[in-house]
Every structure is written in C-alpha cells, then in structure tokens.
Nanobody
Framework: QVQLVESGGGLVQPGGSLRLSCAAS????????MGWYRQAPGKQRELAAT???????KYADSVKGRFTISRDNAKNTVYLQMNSLKPEDTAVYYC???????????????WGQGTQVTVSS
C-alpha cells in the first residue's frame, strides 16, 4: 500500500505565499506523475498543477505564473510553491500520485488526505 502525506497549508493574507509538500511512502517501485488538485466549497475538484514522470508540467490557467510545481524524485516528494495568493485560491488542496507498486507491478492512483489553504485578510 502507498500513503501520501501532505503538509504546508494554512491561513495567509492576499498576496502572500505558501509552500505545500507531499511525500509518498510505502510499497513503491516507481512514482510516475504527481500533482496537486484543489476543491473549493461547493465546487468540483480541479487540477492546479501536475508533474509527469518525464518532468513536464501542466498548470491550470488560473494559477499560471503564480504557482510552481517541483519534485524531489529521490524522496518521492512533490512541492507546490504558491505565490501572489488570492482569495479565490482558498480550497482544500489534494496531492495525487500515480505509483507503480513494488509488489503488484502495476500503476495505481493515490490521493492524500487534503490540506486547507485559506487566503483572507
């Protein structure tokens, strides 16, 4: 089994910054894509940023130029640096990872428990 543990959420004023971290652990052969999704109250979960196994990245239009996703493959960890935060960025942020299991040999999709980000003055 694989676990994703997130950290770094909190309350920040508009214009501020936060850095989220997500570490994957457990029975891992290889971590392929990792990413961050977010869900605001009353809305569907949406992609914020993803990083594929080959290092390419993808961002939602609403966060381009403000958010940066990065990875430490040796630690199976993904980060999301969020700058110039806006009230509309307020949401629960979920880590996602597509992991090839060490015992199964096939890829499965995993989610973290979510971390709250609140942008408010």
């Amino acid at each position: 089994q694989v676990q994703l543990v997130e950290s770094g959420g909190g309350l920040v004023q508009p214009g501020g910054s936060l850095r989220l971290s997500c570490a994957a652990s457990g029975s891992i052969f290889r971590v392929n894509a990792m990413g961050w999704y977010r869900q605001a109250p009353g809305k569907q979960r949406e992609l914020a940023a993803t990083s594929s196994g080959d290092g390419s990245t993808k961002y939602a239009d609403s966060v381009k130029g403000r958010f940066t996703i990065s990875r430490d493959n040796a630690k199976n960890t993904v980060y999301l640096q969020m700058n110039s935060l806006k009230p509309e960025d307020t949401a629960v942020y979920y880590c996602n990872a597509k992991v090839v299991g060490a015992t199964t040999g096939y890829q499965a999709n995993y989610w973290g428990q979510g971390t709250q980000v609140t942008v408010s003055s």
